[in-house]
């Protein structure tokens, strides 16, 4: 069992920045590839960015390349997202998930989630 903590989430205005962390506690955390996925209201969950175990590799959607970093600590058993020129549409609820197998887009590659932390970014 995994169990995933997100913070930093908040009220910003468009074009500002944020820093979401997500804190895991249970197994261990370097054993598993880490993703941020986000969704706003009435829309589907859709993947944001994920980070291979050993932090070799990272992976974005279109939507968020070149604004959002994914990063991680294994030391500290903590998965960042770094979001910088925020849009009104990167409004949502974020997550942090453990991957289990599969393709790192998709929600059900996923086994253990965080609650959640509410972004918002004002006009």
């Known amino acids: 069992q995994v169990q995933l903590v997100e913070s930093g989430g908040g009220l910003v205005q468009a074009g500002g920045s944020l820093r979401l962390s997500c804190a895991a506690s249970?197994?261990?955390?370097?054993?598993?590839?880490m993703a941020w996925f986000r969704q706003a209201p009435g829309k589907e969950r859709e993947f944001a960015a994920a980070?291979?175990?050993?932090?070799?590799?990272?992976y974005s959607s279109d939507s968020v390349k070149g604004r959002f970093t994914i990063t991680r600590d294994n030391a500290k058993n903590t998965v960042y997202l770094q979001m910088n020129s925020l849009k009104p549409e990167d409004t949502a609820v974020y997550y942090c998930?453990?991957?289990?197998?599969?393709?790192?887009?998709?929600?059900?590659?996923?086994?253990?989630w965080g609650q959640g932390t509410q972004v918002t970014v004002s006009s």
């Open positions: 980070i291979t175990r050993s932090a070799i590799s990272t």
């Open positions: 249970g197994r261990t955390f370097s054993n598993y590839a």
């Open positions: 998930a453990a991957h289990s197998g599969g393709s790192y887009y998709f929600p059900q590659s996923y086994n253990y």
